[in-house]
């Protein structure tokens, strides 16, 4: 670990301590977020850097967004968060991008995503994070229909959504619109 960086050891201690507090060994994690055991190994002891494939797998596993994750790994949150700051995570097979705009912190309670859908796309995350309470879904522009726990909703821009854990959910763009949205986790 002596040539990683500040934000790299602190991310390893975190990855170990989340699998510790869960009460797994390196093999049932490796079963739970289909990672393999050797690679999990390298990222505790901070041998190599973790992709961002390799970190939603992680927090697929407990159960965490990406942000929630990085935050347990920064030191404290800053007042002002530059847009140029926030980078874009574009998922290569759906075009779905996600930028934290605000993202989690210590002592905050809410975190907001702002999210780009393509048009003609159906999302169903395979392991969506639940949050501690609420979620607010925000519409900025274009359509989307939002399927919570077997009830749909059409949205539009304006529109709000507002939720707790909902079961199962899927986001679907029609075929000439997409939809950018805000997510207001608290």
């Known amino acids: 670990m002596k040539n990683a960086t500040p934000l790299n050891r602190r991310l390893a201690g975190e990855i170990s301590a989340l699998r510790h507090k869960a009460g797994?060994?390196?093999?049932?994690?490796?079963?739970?977020c289909g990672v393999s055991r050797a690679t999990l190994s390298r990222l505790e002891k901070g041998e190599t850097s973790p992709s961002l494939d390799i970190l939603?797998?992680?927090?697929?596993a407990y159960g965490l967004s990406?942000?929630?994750?990085?935050?347990?790994?920064?030191?404290?949150?800053?007042?002002?968060?530059?847009?140029?700051?926030?980078?874009?995570?574009?998922?290569?097979?759906?075009?779905?991008a996600r930028r934290a705009v605000s993202p989690a912190a210590p002592g905050l309670r809410a975190e907001i995503v702002e999210c780009h859908l393509p048009p003609d796309t159906d999302l169903v995350p395979d392991n969506p994070p639940e949050p501690a309470g609420e979620t607010h879904l925000v519409m900025?522009?274009?359509?989307?229909?939002?399927?919570?726990?077997?009830?749909?909703?059409?949205?539009?821009?304006g529109d709000c959504l507002r939720?707790?854990?909902?079961?199962?959910?899927?986001?679907?763009?029609?075929?000439?619109?997409?939809a950018r949205y805000l997510l207001v986790q608290l």
């Not at 797994?24 to 739970?32: G, N, R, V």
């Not at 939720?163 to 997409?178: E, Q």
């Open 163 to 178: 939720y707790v854990p909902p079961g199962p959910l899927r986001l679907s763009t029609g075929a000439k619109r997409g």
């Open 66 to 96: 990406l942000s929630q994750l990085m935050l347990r790994a920064e030191d404290r949150f800053a007042a002002h968060v530059r847009g140029a700051d926030a980078p874009e995570i574009v998922d290569p097979n759906t075009g779905h």
């Open 140 to 157: 900025l522009d274009g359509a989307l229909t939002v399927t919570l726990g077997g009830e749909g909703f059409d949205l539009t821009g």
């Open 24 to 32: 797994w060994s390196l093999d049932q994690l490796a079963a739970e």
């Open 56 to 60: 939603g797998q992680l927090c697929g």
